[in-house]
């Protein structure tokens, strides 16, 4: 665009005043007699409209020299002009490729700050399924010592009754062989009974107290029998309960070590993605920096070209 103050009737003024003085209206010459102000573009534009309504004559036949001048100037006029172009062209494709490689690079940035955010959620989800996992497995690890404690409870408990049942079987002997001792005694005391009936009478009663003091320690046996069986079937209920229990806590870090390997690979996808696009990012950066270096090459090309007298 051109700038402030420069239009085509001030264009048009400076080239009529070169005319005037003899002198061809280049785009330089113009823009030294509008001050050095004005785009060469626009200027250019605006001597071509120009020179299409109005026609340059010459004031009278150039001589050889002067016509050679002239194409030269020309020529060197309408290289710098197609170089001027073509810079303004590379410059406005530059321009249209770093805008797009921009609007990439933003995406690509957008994304990575989505990927990144998804990664730390899938992180935070990933601790809390670790905590959860580890407290699961402090808790049956104390469930396992408990129902070992239980079982070894319930194996002294089998011992203790087997104990008794021994005793009662003790017991039990002693009760019939007392009977025995008592019937074997009463036969042969027959004959002797008056003589020693006193002291059978007595050894009688010592027998029948020790039946009755047997039969009392029998009962007490048994209470402690049906005691011990309740006690044991409780435990068992419990035993049964606790390995239930902990059935479904294995259950619960199966499916536990499941979703933490499902959080890890999730993880490692999202790792590979991050990666990926940091990769692609470094690539449009670089890919800028060369449009760039492109473009200042070009530009120097002009300065080169528009410096050539």
């Known amino acids: 665009m051109a700038r402030s103050g420069i239009n085509k009737a001030a264009v048009q003024k400076a080239r009529q005043a070169l005319l005037a003085r003899g002198v061809h209206p280049s ?15 626009t200027i250019h534009r605006y001597l071509k409209e120009l020179d299409n309504q109005y026609p340059t004559q010459p004031l009278s036949a150039p001589n050889l020299s002067d016509a050679l001048a002239t ?76 129902n070992a404690t239980l079982n070894q409870a319930v194996g002294e408990l089998n011992l203790r009754l087997a104990d008794k049942d021994e005793q009662i079987a003790s017991l039990e002997d002693k009760h019939r062989h007392a009977r025995d001792a008592l019937e074997h005694y009463r036969t042969a005391s027959r004959e002797q009974r008056e003589q020693e009936q006193r002291r059978h009478e007595g050894q009688v009663q010592q027998f029948q107290l020790e039946l009755t003091r047997l039969n009392r320690d029998n009962e007490g046996l048994l209470v402690q029998i049906r005691t011990l069986k309740d006690a044991q079937r409780t435990l068992k209920t419990q035993t049964e309960r606790r390995q239930a229990q902990i059935q479904g806590l294995e259950v619960n870090l199966a499916q536990l070590n499941g979703s933490r390997d499902e959080l890890e690979k999730q993880n490692q996808n999202l790792a590979l993605s991050l990666a990926e696009r940091v990769t692609e990012l470094r690539q449009q950066l670089q890919l800028i920096g060369k449009l760039e270096a492109q473009l200042r090459q070009a530009e120097k090309i002009a300065q080169q070209v528009q410096e050539v007298p």
């Open 27 to 41: 785009i330089d010459a113009v823009r030294i007699e509008l001050g050095n102000t004005g785009s060469k573009t």
């Open 71 to 146: 194409l030269v100037e020309q020529l060197a006029e309408q290289l710098r002009e197609e170089g001027e172009a073509r810079i303004e062209e590379m410059r406005n494709a530059f321009e249209a490729q770093r805008q797009t490689l921009l609007a990439q690079v933003q995406i690509s940035q957008q994304a990575l700050a989505a990927l990144q955010q998804q990664h730390e959620i899938q992180a935070a989800a990933l601790a809390g399924e670790s905590a959860e996992l580890a407290t699961t497995r402090s808790s049956l690890q104390s469930e396992q010592t408990r």
